[in-house]
């Protein structure tokens, strides 16, 4: 079956840059999309991907926000925060939330270091 990534992040460019680089290192993998937090925690509810790239700043909740609720119901989805928002108050927020942390901008390595965490 085939493994499913959910990419949380408002900007569409983002997540273009996201899907390319992961379709390009994991062709065999699901990527679907949310365009926020709040739409991130339905389609994990509906679809329980195994892996999430989520932003923190977007319109509505915050990722951090949306994560607290998806684990609300779902303690096995594999989670790398995927900011620009390197302050060390968020990298802590992030180890809180048991969650990875990856810095922007979108490179192959800071994809590849998502994907090293997903499978690890």
């Known amino acids: 079956m085939a493994q499913t990534l959910l990419i949380v992040d408002d900007s569409v460019v983002s997540r273009m840059m996201i899907k390319s680089k992961v379709g390009k290192l994991q062709p065999d993998w699901v990527v679907l999309e949310a365009i926020n937090g709040s739409q991130a925690v339905e389609m994990v509810r509906e679809r329980a991907p195994d892996y999430i790239t989520m932003d923190i700043n977007m319109p509505g909740i915050s990722g951090f926000d949306a994560v607290e609720q998806i684990r609300a119901f779902n303690t096995t989805a594999r989670i790398a925060?995927?900011?620009?928002?390197?302050?060390?108050?968020?990298?802590?927020?992030?180890?809180?939330?048991?969650?990875?942390?990856?810095?922007?901008?979108?490179?192959e390595t800071a994809v590849?270091?998502?994907?090293?965490y997903f499978l690890s």
Do not use: C, G, Y
């Not at 995927?82 to 922007?104: G, Y």
């Open 81 to 107: 925060m995927l900011t620009a928002n390197i302050q060390d108050s968020s990298r802590a927020r992030a180890a809180e939330l048991q969650v990875t942390f990856v810095q922007k901008p979108v490179t």
């Open 112 to 116: 590849r270091q998502a994907i090293e």
